[in-house]
Protein backbone atom coordinates (compact mmCIF):
# COMPACT_ATOMS: atom_id res chain seq x y z
CA UNK A 1 0.00 0.00 0.00
CA UNK A 2 0.64 3.72 0.00
CA UNK A 3 3.98 4.41 1.75
CA UNK A 4 2.23 6.43 4.81
CA UNK A 5 -0.02 4.46 7.12
CA UNK A 6 -3.63 6.07 6.10
CA UNK A 7 -3.15 7.35 3.48
CA UNK A 8 -4.80 7.37 0.04
CA UNK A 9 -4.03 4.53 -2.49
CA UNK A 10 -2.05 5.31 -5.42
CA UNK A 11 -1.88 4.53 -8.79
CA UNK A 12 0.79 2.36 -7.96
CA UNK A 13 -0.96 0.66 -5.14
CA UNK A 14 -3.56 -0.53 -7.71
CA UNK A 15 -1.63 -2.19 -10.38
CA UNK A 16 0.42 -4.07 -7.69
CA UNK A 17 -2.72 -5.57 -6.22
CA UNK A 18 -4.30 -6.01 -10.07
CA UNK A 19 -1.12 -7.29 -11.03
CA UNK A 20 -0.42 -5.22 -13.73
CA UNK A 21 1.74 -2.19 -14.59
CA UNK A 22 0.69 1.41 -14.05
CA UNK A 23 0.37 2.06 -17.70
CA UNK A 24 -2.43 -0.42 -18.04
CA UNK A 25 -4.22 1.06 -15.10
CA UNK A 26 -3.89 4.91 -16.32
CA UNK A 27 -5.55 3.32 -19.87
CA UNK A 28 -8.35 1.15 -17.97
CA UNK A 29 -9.26 4.94 -16.62
CA UNK A 30 -8.75 6.80 -19.37
CA UNK A 31 -8.75 4.59 -22.43
CA UNK A 32 -10.49 1.15 -21.65
CA UNK A 33 -11.19 0.44 -25.22
CA UNK A 34 -7.60 -0.50 -24.88
CA UNK A 35 -7.99 -2.81 -22.82
CA UNK A 36 -9.13 -6.26 -22.50
CA UNK A 37 -12.38 -6.97 -21.16
CA UNK A 38 -10.79 -9.53 -18.15
CA UNK A 39 -8.15 -6.89 -17.45
CA UNK A 40 -10.06 -4.10 -16.90
CA UNK A 41 -12.54 -6.08 -15.11
CA UNK A 42 -9.27 -7.20 -12.72
CA UNK A 43 -8.11 -3.56 -12.17
CA UNK A 44 -12.00 -2.15 -11.49
CA UNK A 45 -11.96 -4.71 -8.59
CA UNK A 46 -8.98 -3.65 -7.27
CA UNK A 47 -10.00 0.05 -7.22
CA UNK A 48 -12.91 -0.95 -5.49
CA UNK A 49 -11.22 -2.96 -3.30
CA UNK A 50 -8.54 -0.45 -2.19
CA UNK A 51 -11.14 2.41 -2.53
CA UNK A 52 -8.63 4.26 -5.26
CA UNK A 53 -10.23 7.71 -6.31
CA UNK A 54 -8.08 9.36 -9.31
CA UNK A 55 -6.37 12.91 -8.82
CA UNK A 56 -7.84 15.20 -11.99
CA UNK A 57 -5.47 17.28 -11.62
CA UNK A 58 -2.35 14.96 -11.84
CA UNK A 59 -4.26 12.77 -14.62
CA UNK A 60 -4.82 16.12 -16.64
CA UNK A 61 -1.54 17.19 -16.13
CA UNK A 62 -0.29 14.05 -17.18
CA UNK A 63 -2.20 13.99 -20.09
CA UNK A 64 -1.14 17.80 -21.24
CA UNK A 65 -4.76 18.55 -20.85
CA UNK A 66 -7.53 18.98 -18.56
CA UNK A 67 -11.11 17.23 -18.03
CA UNK A 68 -12.44 21.19 -17.72
CA UNK A 69 -13.96 23.49 -19.79
CA UNK A 70 -14.23 27.28 -18.40
CA UNK A 71 -17.03 29.39 -19.16
CA UNK A 72 -17.14 33.24 -18.84
CA UNK A 73 -20.23 35.17 -18.49
CA UNK A 74 -20.30 38.97 -18.52
CA UNK A 75 -23.62 38.65 -15.85
CA UNK A 76 -25.15 36.12 -13.69
CA UNK A 77 -27.94 37.18 -12.40
CA UNK A 78 -29.02 37.47 -16.09
CA UNK A 79 -31.21 34.20 -16.86
CA UNK A 80 -30.36 34.19 -20.01
CA UNK A 81 -26.56 33.38 -18.97
CA UNK A 82 -28.04 30.42 -16.60
CA UNK A 83 -29.81 28.92 -19.41
CA UNK A 84 -26.55 29.10 -21.84
CA UNK A 85 -24.74 27.21 -18.77
CA UNK A 86 -26.87 24.63 -18.69
CA UNK A 87 -26.88 23.46 -22.23
CA UNK A 88 -23.17 23.68 -22.60
CA UNK A 89 -22.46 21.82 -19.01
CA UNK A 90 -25.03 18.90 -20.11
CA UNK A 91 -23.17 18.62 -24.09
CA UNK A 92 -19.70 18.33 -21.71
CA UNK A 93 -21.24 15.85 -19.61
CA UNK A 94 -21.45 13.21 -22.39
CA UNK A 95 -18.23 13.41 -23.02
CA UNK A 96 -17.34 13.24 -19.45
CA UNK A 97 -16.23 16.29 -19.18
CA UNK A 98 -16.66 19.25 -16.22
CA UNK A 99 -18.32 22.57 -17.01
CA UNK A 100 -16.33 25.60 -14.12
CA UNK A 101 -18.62 28.76 -14.05
CA UNK A 102 -17.77 32.12 -13.83
CA UNK A 103 -19.61 35.30 -14.06
CA UNK A 104 -18.17 38.69 -14.45
CA UNK A 105 -20.97 41.10 -12.81
CA UNK A 106 -20.94 43.34 -15.88
CA UNK A 107 -16.91 44.35 -15.28
CA UNK A 108 -14.40 44.01 -17.89
CA UNK A 109 -11.48 43.71 -15.79
CA UNK A 110 -13.04 41.23 -13.50
CA UNK A 111 -13.40 39.17 -16.53
CA UNK A 112 -10.06 39.29 -17.94
CA UNK A 113 -9.12 38.17 -14.45
CA UNK A 114 -11.42 34.94 -14.85
CA UNK A 115 -10.15 34.26 -18.57
CA UNK A 116 -6.29 34.06 -16.94
CA UNK A 117 -7.69 31.72 -13.83
CA UNK A 118 -8.69 29.32 -16.07
CA UNK A 119 -6.00 29.70 -18.40
CA UNK A 120 -3.64 29.06 -15.50
CA UNK A 121 -6.08 26.07 -14.60
CA UNK A 122 -5.21 25.09 -17.57
CA UNK A 123 -8.89 24.12 -18.99
CA UNK A 124 -9.06 21.94 -22.51
CA UNK A 125 -11.20 25.23 -23.81
CA UNK A 126 -13.24 28.15 -23.09
CA UNK A 127 -16.78 29.39 -23.90
CA UNK A 128 -16.53 33.19 -22.98
CA UNK A 129 -19.39 35.28 -23.23
CA UNK A 130 -18.53 39.08 -23.53
CA UNK A 131 -20.19 42.21 -24.18
CA UNK A 132 -17.22 44.33 -26.16
CA UNK A 133 -14.02 43.31 -27.79
CA UNK A 134 -11.87 40.95 -26.15
CA UNK A 135 -9.59 39.98 -28.73
CA UNK A 136 -6.67 40.57 -26.39
CA UNK A 137 -7.55 37.81 -24.27
CA UNK A 138 -8.24 35.37 -26.69
CA UNK A 139 -5.25 35.98 -28.35
CA UNK A 140 -3.41 34.78 -25.07
CA UNK A 141 -5.46 31.80 -24.88
CA UNK A 142 -4.85 30.22 -28.33
CA UNK A 143 -1.27 31.12 -27.88
CA UNK A 144 -1.33 28.06 -25.66
CA UNK A 145 -3.35 26.41 -27.99
CA UNK A 146 -6.52 26.87 -26.01
CA UNK A 147 -9.98 26.62 -27.95
CA UNK A 148 -12.08 29.63 -27.71
CA UNK A 149 -15.75 30.09 -28.70
CA UNK A 150 -17.79 33.00 -27.94
CA UNK A 151 -20.99 33.39 -26.95
CA UNK A 152 -23.65 36.52 -27.71
CA UNK A 153 -20.80 38.21 -29.04
CA UNK A 154 -19.38 38.72 -33.03
CA UNK A 155 -16.26 39.15 -33.39
CA UNK A 156 -16.74 40.58 -37.08
CA UNK A 157 -13.60 37.75 -37.77
CA UNK A 158 -13.51 34.05 -39.55
CA UNK A 159 -10.70 32.92 -37.29
CA UNK A 160 -12.95 31.87 -33.90
CA UNK A 161 -16.15 30.13 -33.87
CA UNK A 162 -19.16 32.06 -32.20
CA UNK A 163 -22.92 31.35 -31.39
CA UNK A 164 -25.07 35.17 -31.25
CA UNK A 165 -28.32 35.53 -30.72
CA UNK A 166 -29.26 38.19 -33.69
CA UNK A 167 -29.60 41.42 -31.10
CA UNK A 168 -30.36 43.52 -33.94
CA UNK A 169 -33.47 41.41 -34.65
CA UNK A 170 -34.23 41.60 -30.97
CA UNK A 171 -34.40 45.42 -31.01
CA UNK A 172 -36.60 45.49 -34.38
CA UNK A 173 -39.26 42.66 -32.74
CA UNK A 174 -39.48 44.86 -30.13
CA UNK A 175 -40.01 48.03 -31.91
CA UNK A 176 -42.24 46.26 -33.96
CA UNK A 177 -44.72 44.76 -31.70
CA UNK A 178 -45.08 48.55 -30.23
CA UNK A 179 -45.76 49.98 -33.39
CA UNK A 180 -48.34 47.59 -34.05
CA UNK A 181 -49.87 47.88 -30.86
CA UNK A 182 -50.45 51.30 -31.99
CA UNK A 183 -48.07 53.36 -30.11
CA UNK A 184 -46.12 56.21 -32.37
CA UNK A 185 -44.09 57.82 -29.77
CA UNK A 186 -41.14 55.29 -28.85
CA UNK A 187 -38.39 55.27 -26.46
CA UNK A 188 -35.30 53.76 -26.26
CA UNK A 189 -33.98 53.33 -22.71
CA UNK A 190 -30.51 52.05 -22.31
CA UNK A 191 -27.27 52.89 -20.86
CA UNK A 192 -25.68 54.63 -23.99
CA UNK A 193 -22.63 52.66 -23.62
CA UNK A 194 -22.16 51.95 -27.42
CA UNK A 195 -19.18 49.61 -26.94
CA UNK A 196 -21.76 47.12 -25.13
CA UNK A 197 -22.21 45.22 -28.79
CA UNK A 198 -26.13 44.01 -27.76
CA UNK A 199 -26.85 47.29 -26.49
CA UNK A 200 -25.66 49.44 -30.21
CA UNK A 201 -27.34 46.22 -31.88
CA UNK A 202 -30.63 46.23 -30.32
CA UNK A 203 -30.70 50.14 -31.06
CA UNK A 204 -30.05 49.58 -34.54
CA UNK A 205 -33.09 47.16 -34.78
CA UNK A 206 -35.51 49.60 -32.99
CA UNK A 207 -34.29 52.41 -35.34
CA UNK A 208 -34.57 49.48 -39.12
CA UNK A 209 -38.46 49.10 -37.47
CA UNK A 210 -39.01 53.18 -37.33
CA UNK A 211 -37.73 53.71 -40.79
CA UNK A 212 -39.81 51.50 -42.07
CA UNK A 213 -42.96 53.40 -40.75
CA UNK A 214 -42.50 56.22 -42.96
CA UNK A 215 -42.30 59.19 -40.60
CA UNK A 216 -45.80 58.04 -38.62
CA UNK A 217 -43.38 57.12 -35.75
CA UNK A 218 -41.54 59.49 -33.25
CA UNK A 219 -38.29 58.34 -31.64
CA UNK A 220 -36.09 59.04 -28.74
CA UNK A 221 -33.47 57.43 -26.35
CA UNK A 222 -33.11 57.94 -22.85
CA UNK A 223 -29.80 56.93 -20.91
CA UNK A 224 -30.47 55.51 -17.48
CA UNK A 225 -27.30 55.91 -15.18
CA UNK A 226 -26.73 51.87 -15.54
CA UNK A 227 -28.93 48.88 -16.53
CA UNK A 228 -30.32 47.68 -12.76
CA UNK A 229 -34.01 48.29 -11.39
CA UNK A 230 -32.57 51.16 -10.10
CA UNK A 231 -31.53 52.94 -12.85
CA UNK A 232 -35.06 52.21 -14.84
CA UNK A 233 -36.91 53.48 -11.85
CA UNK A 234 -34.50 56.99 -12.38
CA UNK A 235 -35.80 57.08 -15.81
CA UNK A 236 -39.47 56.82 -14.45
CA UNK A 237 -39.11 59.36 -12.58
CA UNK A 238 -37.58 61.97 -15.45
CA UNK A 239 -40.47 60.71 -17.70
CA UNK A 240 -43.07 60.82 -15.95
CA UNK A 241 -43.09 64.36 -15.24
CA UNK A 242 -43.63 65.37 -18.81
CA UNK A 243 -47.10 66.37 -19.92
CA UNK A 244 -49.19 62.68 -21.44
CA UNK A 245 -49.10 64.46 -24.72
CA UNK A 246 -44.78 64.40 -24.93
CA UNK A 247 -44.57 61.64 -23.22
CA UNK A 248 -43.57 58.09 -25.39
CA UNK A 249 -46.79 55.54 -25.30
CA UNK A 250 -44.49 53.33 -26.16
CA UNK A 251 -41.22 52.08 -24.27
CA UNK A 252 -38.63 49.22 -25.61
CA UNK A 253 -35.58 48.99 -22.46
CA UNK A 254 -32.79 47.58 -23.38
CA UNK A 255 -32.62 44.62 -20.89
CA UNK A 256 -35.60 43.22 -18.30
CA UNK A 257 -33.96 44.48 -15.42
CA UNK A 258 -34.69 47.85 -16.16
CA UNK A 259 -37.96 47.61 -17.68
CA UNK A 260 -38.75 45.98 -14.69
CA UNK A 261 -37.84 49.28 -12.46
CA UNK A 262 -39.19 51.74 -14.88
CA UNK A 263 -43.06 49.91 -14.90
CA UNK A 264 -42.98 49.41 -11.26
CA UNK A 265 -42.45 53.58 -10.94
CA UNK A 266 -44.31 54.47 -13.31
CA UNK A 267 -47.42 52.60 -11.55
CA UNK A 268 -46.53 53.72 -8.16
CA UNK A 269 -46.82 57.52 -10.02
CA UNK A 270 -50.13 56.80 -11.39
CA UNK A 271 -49.37 56.24 -15.13
CA UNK A 272 -51.67 52.93 -17.10
CA UNK A 273 -49.38 50.16 -18.08
CA UNK A 274 -49.91 49.27 -20.79
CA UNK A 275 -52.83 51.48 -20.87
CA UNK A 276 -51.16 54.78 -21.37
CA UNK A 277 -47.76 53.38 -22.10
CA UNK A 278 -46.66 49.60 -23.54
CA UNK A 279 -43.72 48.98 -22.19
CA UNK A 280 -41.50 45.94 -22.60
CA UNK A 281 -37.86 44.30 -22.37
CA UNK A 282 -35.48 42.77 -24.60
CA UNK A 283 -33.57 39.64 -22.85
CA UNK A 284 -36.36 37.27 -21.24
CA UNK A 285 -34.34 37.77 -18.15
CA UNK A 286 -36.26 35.49 -15.71
CA UNK A 287 -34.53 36.64 -12.55
CA UNK A 288 -35.91 40.88 -13.17
CA UNK A 289 -37.95 41.98 -10.41
CA UNK A 290 -41.76 41.39 -10.46
CA UNK A 291 -43.63 44.27 -12.16
CA UNK A 292 -47.49 44.91 -11.77
CA UNK A 293 -48.25 43.56 -15.24
CA UNK A 294 -46.54 40.43 -16.69
CA UNK A 295 -43.80 41.79 -18.70
CA UNK A 296 -43.66 41.30 -22.66
CA UNK A 297 -40.42 40.76 -23.95
CA UNK A 298 -38.03 38.61 -26.57
CA UNK A 299 -36.53 35.12 -25.92
CA UNK A 300 -32.72 34.58 -26.62
CA UNK A 301 -32.65 31.15 -26.04
CA UNK A 302 -30.18 30.91 -24.00
CA UNK A 303 -29.66 26.72 -23.12
CA UNK A 304 -29.99 26.70 -27.24
CA UNK A 305 -26.79 28.82 -27.67
CA UNK A 306 -25.01 26.86 -24.85
CA UNK A 307 -25.31 23.48 -26.44
CA UNK A 308 -24.22 24.76 -29.70
CA UNK A 309 -20.92 26.64 -28.35
CA UNK A 310 -20.04 23.81 -26.30
CA UNK A 311 -20.71 21.41 -29.37
CA UNK A 312 -18.14 23.61 -31.75
CA UNK A 313 -15.82 23.68 -29.04
CA UNK A 314 -15.70 20.22 -28.28
CA UNK A 315 -15.57 19.82 -31.75
CA UNK A 316 -12.02 22.03 -32.18
CA UNK A 317 -10.58 20.31 -29.05
CA UNK A 318 -10.88 17.17 -30.88
CA UNK A 319 -9.38 18.26 -33.77
CA UNK A 320 -5.99 16.15 -34.37
CA UNK A 321 -5.05 17.74 -38.36
CA UNK A 322 -5.56 21.56 -37.76
CA UNK A 323 -8.50 21.78 -40.24
CA UNK A 324 -11.12 23.13 -37.75
CA UNK A 325 -13.03 25.43 -39.58
CA UNK A 326 -14.49 28.10 -37.77
CA UNK A 327 -18.36 28.72 -37.46
CA UNK A 328 -20.90 31.44 -36.64
CA UNK A 329 -24.31 30.15 -36.04
CA UNK A 330 -26.66 32.60 -35.38
CA UNK A 331 -30.19 31.89 -33.01
CA UNK A 332 -33.12 33.78 -34.25
CA UNK A 333 -34.69 35.28 -31.29
CA UNK A 334 -38.68 35.07 -30.40
CA UNK A 335 -41.60 37.46 -29.10
CA UNK A 336 -43.12 36.44 -25.99
CA UNK A 337 -46.48 38.91 -25.67
CA UNK A 338 -47.31 39.40 -22.01
CA UNK A 339 -49.53 42.07 -20.32
CA UNK A 340 -47.10 45.19 -20.22
CA UNK A 341 -47.94 45.89 -24.08
CA UNK A 342 -51.41 43.88 -24.40
CA UNK A 343 -53.84 46.32 -23.26
CA UNK A 344 -52.29 49.67 -25.17
CA UNK A 345 -55.07 52.04 -26.24
CA UNK A 346 -53.62 54.29 -28.78
CA UNK A 347 -54.68 57.94 -28.20
CA UNK A 348 -56.50 58.03 -31.61
CA UNK A 349 -59.07 55.18 -29.62
Given at each position: ??????????????????????????????????????????????????????????????????????????????????DVALGAQATARTQ??????????????????????????????????????????????????????????????????????????????????????????????????????????????????????????????????????????????????????????????????????????????????????AVMGCDHNTTAAS???????????????????????????????????????????????????????????
Amino acid sequence: MSGEPGAPPKLRDVARHAGVSMGTVSHVLNHPDKVSDKTRARVRASIEALGFVRDANASSLAAGGSRSIGLVVIDLSNSMFVDVALGAQATARTQGLNLLLAGSQDDFALQAANVDFFDEARVSGLLLAPMRDSSEQIRKLRKRGCPVVLINYDSGTDDVCSVVVDNEQVGYLAARHLIEQGCDRLMFVSNGDASLQPVALRREGLRRAIRESAGRVRFEEVHAPDLTEAGGVEVARRVVGRGPDTRPNGVVAVTDTLASGFITEMVAQGIDVPGEMAVMGCDHNTTAASTPVTLTTVAMHGERMGTAAMTMLLEEIGDKTGTHLHQRIVVEPALVRRGSTAAHRPASA
